[in-house]
C-alpha cells in the first residue's frame, strides 16, 4: 500500500473518517490536501469517538505522521482547540504533526464576508458553512491570501495584514454595511496563534517528496465528496476546493504517476447537506427515518442532512 487517495464519491458524510481510520493501520503517513473546517470526519478509536475537522484522523494512532498540505486553508483558533483537544485526551502531536508553509490562512474578515455574501444571495444562497472557506480561496486566487509561513513570520504579517485590511474594511464598510476591523486587534489576536502553531509549521511538500521517495505508506484523506467538487460538482452548490483525486497533485505537492491507487466511498443511501440539486431526496416521513436511525446531522455544523435513495 504505497500510496492511496481517499476520495468521497457523494455529496460528502459518506464516511471517509472511518475508512481511512481502518486503513491507518497499513500505513506510515496521512496526509490531508483540500479543504478547511467545513470537514468534520468523525472517528471512533478504542470506543472513544473523536471529531476531526482539520487534523488528519490517522493522528489517532500512535507512530503515524499527518500532514496538512498547501491545498488547505487554516483557521488558526480551531487549529488550536483541536491541537488541546488530542493532547488533553492523551495524543501526542509534537513532531508527529505539521502544517503547510504554504497553506492560506483564513482571517476574521474570510468568516463576514461569507456570511455578508450569503445574507445577499438570499434565495439563491448556498447553505455555506459561514467559515470564512471561499472567502479565503478567493483571496488565494486573487494573490491576497496569508499563508502560514506570513503568519509565523511578523514582520512580514504585520506588512501583508495592513495592506489587505485596509483594502477589506472598504469593501465590508462600504459595500456590504459591516464593521471595520481594528488592525491592532486582528494582529494581536494572530500572533498569538503564531507563536503556538510555529513548531507545527514545516514544508510540506518537502515532507511528501521525501516520504514518495522513501516508499513510505501513504494515505491521503480527502474532505467533503466529488458532487461538491469547484469544477466538477454541482455548481455553484459546491465548495471551493477540488475534492477530486486530481486535487491531491496539487494539493499535496505529489505527482500523479506517484498516487498507486484511488479508493471511492460511498454509502448505502445519500445525504446533502445546504442548498442545490438532489434528485432522489426523500422529503417524507421515509426521509425523516433515514435521518434518524442513521443519525445524520453534521459534525461541522450540526445542521440535519437532507437524506435520500442511493443515486448511481
Not at 272 to 301: C, M, S, Y
Request: glycine share 14%.
Amino acid at each position: 500500500m504505497p500510496a492511496y487517495v481517499i476520495v468521497g464519491m457523494q455529496w460528502g458524510d459518506e464516511g471517509k473518517g472511518k475508512i481511512v481510520d481502518y486503513l491507518t493501520k497499513y500505513a506510515e503517513i496521512v496526509v490531508r490536501h483540500q479543504g478547511g473546517n467545513n470537514a468534520g470526519h468523525t472517528v471512533v478509536v478504542d470506543g472513544k469517538q473523536t471529531i476531526l475537522h482539520l487534523i488528519p484522523s490517522g493522528i489517532l494512532h500512535e507512530g503515524i505522521v499527518c500532514i496538512v498540505g498547501n491545498g488547505t486553508v487554516l483557521d488558526p483558533a480551531v487549529v488550536i482547540e483541536e491541537l488541546e483537544s488530542l493532547n488533553a485526551a492523551g495524543y501526542a502531536t509534537a513532531g508527529r504533526l505539521f502544517f503547510s508553509d504554504c497553506a492560506h490562512v483564513i482571517m476574521p474578515y474570510h468568516k463576514l464576508l461569507d456570511k455578508a455574501q450569503e445574507r445577499f444571495r438570499g434565495k439563491n444562497r448556498i447553505g455555506t458553512t459561514g467559515r470564512g472557506i471561499g472567502p479565503c480561496y478567493a483571496d488565494k486566487a486573487d494573490r491576497m491570501g496569508i499563508r502560514m509561513g506570513d503568519l509565523i513570520n511578523e514582520a512580514v504579517f504585520k506588512e501583508k495584514l495592513g495592506a489587505i485590511l485596509e483594502y477589506k474594511n472598504g469593501v465590508l464598510e462600504k459595500v456590504l454595511g459591516e464593521t471595520p476591523l481594528a488592525f491592532d486587534e486582528v494582529f494581536d489576536e494572530y500572533r498569538g496563534y503564531a507563536d503556538q502553531l510555529r513548531p507545527y509549521v514545516a514544508d510540506a511538500v518537502k515532507l511528501v517528496h521525501d516520504a514518495v521517495a522513501t516508499d513510505r505508506r501513504i494515505i491521503f484523506e480527502g474532505a467533503q465528496g466529488a458532487m461538491l467538487d469547484l469544477d466538477h460538482g454541482t455548481y455553484p452548490y459546491v465548495t471551493s476546493s477540488t475534492t477530486v483525486s486530481g486535487g491531491v497533485c496539487a494539493g499535496a505537492g505529489v505527482g500523479p504517476t506517484n498516487v498507486d491507487g484511488v479508493i471511492g466511498i460511498v454509502k448505502a443511501y445519500t445525504t446533502r447537506v445546504g442548498e442545490g440539486p438532489f434528485p432522489t431526496e426523500l422529503t417524507d416521513a421515509l426521509g425523516e427515518q433515514l435521518r434518524r436511525e442513521g443519525n445524520e446531522f453534521g459534525a461541522t455544523t450540526g445542521r440535519p442532512r437532507r437524506c435520500g435513495w442511493f443515486d448511481a
